[in-house]
């Protein structure tokens, strides 16, 4: 079956630097994935809608100079969150969405927490 | 008001008890609507996905009902077990070629021996 791997699948920073998280679909092409953050006891927020070979396309609220999105094969996507600070720390989930089955194929990422101290 | 709501928002039940977690939405049209388990700490896992032709879809002891008339879904658990304590999040997949996601607020389940 399809399986996205996210990598790290947590981690703790120091206020002020970067951390970048991969998002990395295994068996299957992905045109197109997706990074949320979700907020303990909330549901899951889409942050930005990341397609290869072109910029990604953030929600409203969402800054693209601080969390930077790289998806330059069909295979990954990356978020580096800039500068983080404490508020940045949360849970952030990726998803792909398989190329070769385009209504049904939505697989998630296992997470990365991020502790900003 | 969010799109997808859910009820309800948490929930506990006892081992070996059967229970149904509902969904109503909105989206309009949609292309496909899926309930996913969400361990705490972890990603969401696919349970079912249903387009809006099928009513009904079953995965072992989950078995998710569409009504698209009402604009209803429902997820079942039978037999629960312990393992099945997780957020329960039902997806709606917007038409179009953009395929918007929209998010449940989840439910809550709780599984108590």
């Known amino acids: 079956g399809a399986v996205v791997s996210q990598h790290p699948s947590w981690v703790i920073c120091k206020s002020g630097t970067s951390v970048k998280i991969e998002c990395r679909s295994l068996d299957f092409q992905a045109t197109t994935m997706f990074w949320y953050r979700q907020f303990p006891k909330q549901s899951l927020m889409l942050m930005a809608t990341s397609n290869e070979g072109s910029k990604a396309t953030y929600e409203q609220g969402v800054e693209k100079d601080k969390f930077l999105i790289n998806h330059a094969s069909l295979t990954l996507s990356t978020l580096t969150v800039t500068s983080a600070h404490p508020e940045d720390s949360s849970f952030y989930i990726c998803?792909?969405?398989?190329?070769?089955?385009?209504?049904?194929?939505?697989?998630f990422g296992s997470g990365t927490r991020l502790t900003v101290v | 008001k969010n799109q997808v709501e859910q009820s309800p928002q948490s929930l506990i039940i006892l081992e070996g008890k059967n229970c149904t977690l509902q969904?109503?939405?909105?989206?309009?049209?949609?292309?496909?609507l899926r309930w996913y388990k969400q361990d705490t700490g972890r990603g969401p896992v696919s349970l079912t996905i249903?387009?809006?032709?099928?009513n009904t879809k079953s995965n072992g002891r989950y078995t998710a009902t569409l009504d698209a008339d009402t604009k209803q879904s429902s997820l079942h658990i039978t037999a629960s077990q312990l393992s099945d304590s997780a957020s329960y999040i039902c997806?709606?997949?917007?038409?179009?070629?953009?395929?918007?996601?929209?998010f449940g607020t989840g439910t809550k389940l709780q599984v108590i021996p």
């Open positions: 998803s792909a969405r398989d190329d070769s089955r385009f209504n049904y194929g939505y697989t």
């Open positions: 249903m387009t809006f032709s099928e």
């Open positions: 969904c109503n939405y909105t989206v309009s049209p949609f292309s496909n």
């Open positions: 997806v709606v997949i917007h038409a179009g070629g953009y395929q918007k996601v929209t």
